[in-house]
Structures are given as C-alpha cells and as structure tokens.
C-alpha cells in the first residue's frame, strides 16, 4: 500500500504498511481500485452527458464511493468490494450505450475482476498513487482526487436531504476523467481551481439544505455535563440520521447526547423541540476510544470518523451510510419515502448504565451566517471603533498530533481585541477556554461543521461589502487553518479559489504536494507553515 491522503501519514511521506488511521493494506488497495474504476465509470458517464442523456443516479453513486475512500470512513474490505462490483456494473451499463465509439478505453478491461479478494488487491497495486511516476504530476492529479473526495462528502449529505445539482456530478466525472489525461502543469492547476469553484457551490447547496430542513442555526448555550437516563451517542455528520433518531427515541426514557461533529445540531430549531436531545459529550474524534468507553451507552457512527474500534465497547457501537467496520453491526439504508430503523440502539440503550460524566458546564455555539448576519451592525460598530481588531479563522480538523496543541497556544496568545472565526472539529482545541466577549459578542465564534466553513466566507464576504473593501485580503482578517482530511482539502480549495492569501497551514504541509506544487501555491497564494504562537500571533496581528 502507498496512502498519504491524511495530515498523520507516517513521517509526513506515506503510509506503506498499515495506516496510521488504522487502515489495512488490503482495505488501502481495495480502495485505491475503486478510485480507478470511478475513473472507468466517469470516462463513459462523460460520454453520455455530452450526448444530454447522463441520468443522475451515476453522480449519486460516485458521490457515495468516493466518499467511502476519505480517512476513517470505512475500514471493511468487503463493503468496498460491493462498492467496485457496483461501480463496474453502472460503467457496463454506460459502455453499452457509448462505449462502440470508444475503442481502447483505458478502463475498458474487465477480465481481472472476480470476487476475490487477493485477485483485486494485486490489481490495485499496478493503478494505486506510485503508478504515476511524474512527482508533479502525481501531486496535482491527488491534490485533486483528495479535493473531490471532500467535495463529495458534502454533495452526499445534501443528497440524503433531497437537494442535488447535476453540475456538481459532472465535475466529478470530468475531474476523475481529466486524472487519466496527459495534461500540462496550468491544465491541472485550473483543474484544481474549478474543484475550488465546485466546493463553494457544494457547500452552499449543503447550507440551502440543512437550513431549508431545519431551520437556521440559533446562539445556544449546550449542556456538556450528563443526565441521569440511558443515553445513545450520535457521532459523525448526517443530520438526517439525527432527524430519525431523535424521532424515534422520543419517550423512550432514553436521552440522545452529540458527540465530535454533531455538537452544531444542538443549535437547528427542528432538533431542539427534542427535551431528550440533552447535550453534547465529549471532544474531537481521537478521543472517542476513552470516551466511547466511558458513555456506558450504544453510539451510532453516521460518517467519518470513525477509528479502530476497542473490544470494551465493539458490541455497543452500529455504523451506518458509508461507514464501515469489519464484525460491526450496521444500520441499512433507508428505503425510498422511509426512514432508517434504530429500534436495535434503542433497545440496547434501555439495558444500558447512563453515561459517566466527564465534565460539567456549557459550550456557546451557533453562530453560522444568519445568526452572525443578524449581529452584523455590531460587529461592524465593534471594527470601526476598534473594540475588534483582528479576526482570526482557526477552522478545520483537529487530530492526535500533540503539536496541535498549537492551536489552544494560539487561542491563549490572542490579544483581548481579537475574535476568531471556527467550524469543524478543530474547536475543541479552544471552545472550552474561558476567553471572554467583546461587548457582548464572544470571542469564539462557531459556525458549526466543517461544511459550515461556508457560512465563514459569507461572514467574511459580507464584512468585505459593508466595510467598503475591494478585496477580501483587504479585511483584518487571517487564516490559520488545520487540516487532517480530504473535506479539509475542498475547504481550503474553495478558500483559494475566492482568492484568499497568506493562509496558514498545518500542524504540517500536505505530504502530497511536492515540492515544486508547493513553490506553485507559495507563489500565487503566500500559503504557508505554521511556526510558533507567538511567532505567527505577533504577524497575523500585523496582517502578514
């Protein structure tokens, strides 16, 4: 195996072993296959699109399997198998209506493909990331497949809702298509670009659907301490599979607690008439192993990310959507028109202790682009008179790496006249300080998911208008973003695209982007490494 798509991978190189996230050769391989065979898929779904004939459901998949690849998402071999049977059977559909023009396809060969397991594995390792022998290259066509992976994280959560845009699917297809071309350096570059374009676009169709289903997110104060019921955890990202849960388990004397990534569903009005819904517990994701343990109750893993799962606590946690774990009981999809069926948590969770209590207090949450916007004349006053100097957007992955605790340095280091911007997981590396507020408005600022990293370019945009500002680096504004996966990398494309400079990166640069990708993005964007707090404080206050 060769993976290097995470911000862990061993020695900021790659992980050729085993992952650091866990993954098995096998699963690397398998997955690595099904990347190719999308790209076989996608050369035939281009076809029949120039033709007008390309019917959704081969974005709607692609969107599904490529989503199935991004880190800590699914670890079993056999699920991504069925993944590759499928997708070799959506292409054969395709090739029979325009593969007759199509001769010497690079995917067009089938005959290698059975259900052995080993007989994929050794297939994976002649189309996995050293096939491509050009570093350059090879950076830029991953820097792209890792950008659409995200990309399709976000366009699936907006699916499950029932919004879809069919030009999101044919840049998907067009970007896999354009991995297997021998394009020129600027021919990638703006490849990657338009991936940039599409993210802000994905991301603003997942904003349209969360909020037109639930409402818009509304300043909460949310519980952190723990009840006296039986409770189910709900980790990961799908607020559909929240909607139902929180459907079912009403009256059931069981309470429903956030974990990671779903702390922001505390704050949508739909989900907060629930009197069960009875906080968030815990932190980041690469605790969960501890606090899993201590949560007594069943956990419903909805997307990434999950990691290698202890045996004190494997019979008590179910999987769902395109999460997978080898010997883990997992929740089917939902038929058309119908629901997911948790009547299997509920009843573990009746037999189960309530959770223990880790900590006790409330976190203030809820601040996406409305509830923001609605503050914006404050905000604003707050700018001219000086009360706010700086804005500071810490959005992004948080991570094992005890280097990350960069981060909380940087939260401490600020100086009182200083607001920062948040989304993703990366929060809990400062959420929990006790920072104050400037006039009333807090000095964290969480807009939610890391998708919601879209209501921090509307903040921003917004400002950029009412200030009177050409540009948007015109405004007292600095990125110091931390990355862990492939949803972080389309954020920090579209990031890009709308033409953002001087972001910070880290705890560490890509291990994908060689080093002459990297003079490329140093040139055009200024990006570059974190250093110390007080190093990289000191200069952002001074707007470098």
Not at 167 to 196: H, P, Q, W
Not at 307 to 331: A, E, M, N, Q, W
Not at 360 to 381: R, Y
Request: charged share 25%; hydrophobic share 40%; net charge neutral.
């Amino acid at each position: 195996m060769f993976c290097y798509q995470c911000q862990e991978t061993v020695k900021n190189v790659g992980c050729n072993i085993r992952g650091v996230c866990g993954k098995t050769e096998e699963t690397a391989n398998l997955q690595d296959l099904l990347i190719y065979v999308l790209k076989g898929l996608a050369i035939y779904a281009e076809k029949a699109e120039e033709k007008g004939t390309l019917n959704s459901k081969y974005g709607r998949f692609t969107v599904e399997a490529l989503f199935a690849t991004i880190t800590n998402v699914n670890f079993d071999s056999d699920r991504i198998i069925a993944l590759i049977h499928e997708a070799l059977k959506l292409r054969d559909e395709l090739k029979k209506k325009y593969g007759a023009d199509m001769p010497g396809t690079l995917h067009d060969s089938a005959v290698w493909f059975s259900d052995d397991a080993a007989e994929f594995t050794k297939k994976a390792a002649d189309v996995g990331i050293l096939s491509i022998e050009n570093e350059d290259v090879r950076s830029l066509r991953m820097l792209l497949i890792y950008g659409i992976k995200g990309i399709a994280a976000y366009a699936e959560h907006a699916a499950v809702l029932g919004l879809e845009d069919k030009k999101i699917y044919n840049f998907l297809m067009e970007a896999l298509v354009s991995t297997t071309k021998d394009l020129s350096v600027d021919e990638m570059v703006a490849m990657v670009m338009r991936a940039g374009e599409c993210a802000v676009n994905t991301m603003a169709l997942l904003d349209k659907a969360n909020t037109s289903t639930y409402g818009n997110p509304e300043i909460s104060k949310v519980n952190i301490g723990v009840r006296g019921n039986p409770g189910i955890l709900i980790s990961g990202h799908d607020l559909k599979d929240m909607e139902e849960l929180l459907k079912q388990t009403e009256g059931t004397g069981v309470d429903v607690y956030t974990h990671g990534e779903m702390l922001p569903a505390n704050t949508y009005p739909a989900f907060k008439k629930y009197s069960h819904l009875a906080g968030n517990y815990g932190n980041a994701w690469w605790k969960q192993a501890e606090e899993f343990d201590s949560f007594n109750g069943p956990i419903l893993m909805t997307t990434n990310c999950i990691i290698p799962v202890k045996d004190s606590y494997k019979d008590r946690i179910f999987t769902t959507s395109v999460v997978g774990y080898p010997g883990l009981k997992h929740i089917p999809s939902r038929a058309k028109g119908g629901a997911k069926d948790f009547s299997a948590i509920i009843a573990l969770a009746k037999k189960c202790a309530p959770p223990k209590e880790l900590e006790k207090g409330e976190l203030v949450t809820g601040f996406g682009h409305n509830q923001v916007l609605a503050l914006a004349d404050k905000v604003v006053d707050a700018v001219k008179s000086g009360a706010i100097k700086r804005f500071i957007v810490m959005a992004g992955c948080d991570g094992r790496h005890k280097t990350r605790s960069y981060y909380t340095d940087v939260a401490r280091e600020l100086p009182k006249d200083t607001i920062i911007l948040t989304a993703g997981c990366a929060k809990y590396r400062y959420n929990k300080l006790a920072l104050g507020d400037i006039g009333g408005i807090p000095r964290v600022l969480d807009a939610g998911q890391c998708n919601d990293c879209y209501s921090l370019v509307v903040i921003a945009l917004k400002l950029k208008e009412v200030l009177g500002l050409k540009d948007i680096n015109e405004l007292p504004i600095s990125f110091d973003i931390a990355w862990y996966e492939q949803k972080a990398v389309a954020v920090l494309l579209a990031l890009l695209f709308l033409g953002v400079k001087g972001i910070r990166l880290g705890p560490t640069l890509p291990a994908f982007a060689s080093p002459n990708v990297l003079k490329v993005l140093v040139e055009n964007f200024n990006i570059k490494p974190i250093t110390d707090p007080k190093t990289d404080v000191e200069a952002m206050i001074k707007g470098q």
